[in-house]
């Protein structure tokens, strides 16, 4: 069955940067959306960008505009999430997530979720 693996989370200072790897398998992203999740201690899950060939990719969260990029490898088997000038309101545990064809920036749309890859960012 599908499954998504998130990878390359870290403690990072405040400034710095990450590249946060979905390695996919099981779907093939010509008709899948991958999605980037993150939650934070004592907070609700939020939706933090989105990739898709179908649709138009899209940060969700206006803190990471400018900062976070979404992209794909030429083999189409892993969504990368680029993360510059990290700051302490990014740590959190990031997922990424599967469905059909189209983003959404509600979790609940998301057919299969990786277990997730801890970001931290320090000062």
């Known amino acids: 069955q599908p499954q998504l693996v998130e990878s390359g989370g870290a403690l990072v200072q405040t400034g710095g940067s990450l590249r946060l790897s979905c390695a996919v398998s099981?779907?093939?992203?010509?008709?899948?959306?991958i999605g980037w999740f993150r939650q934070a201690p004592g907070k609700e899950r939020e939706g933090v960008s989105c990739?898709?060939?179908?649709?138009?990719?899209?940060n969700y969260v206006d803190s990471v505009k400018g900062r976070f990029t979404t992209s794909i490898d030429n083999a189409k088997t892993t969504v990368f999430l680029q993360m510059n000038s990290l700051k302490s309101e990014d740590t959190g545990l990031y997922y990424c997530?599967?469905?059909?064809?189209?983003?959404?920036?509600?979790?609940?749309?998301?057919?299969?979720w990786g277990r997730g890859t801890q970001v931290t960012v320090s000062s």
């Open positions: 997530a599967a469905r059909p064809l189209f983003c959404s920036r509600r979790g609940t749309h998301y057919n299969h």
């Open positions: 099981g779907l093939t992203l010509d008709n899948y959306a």
């Open positions: 990739f898709s060939r179908a649709d138009k990719s899209t």
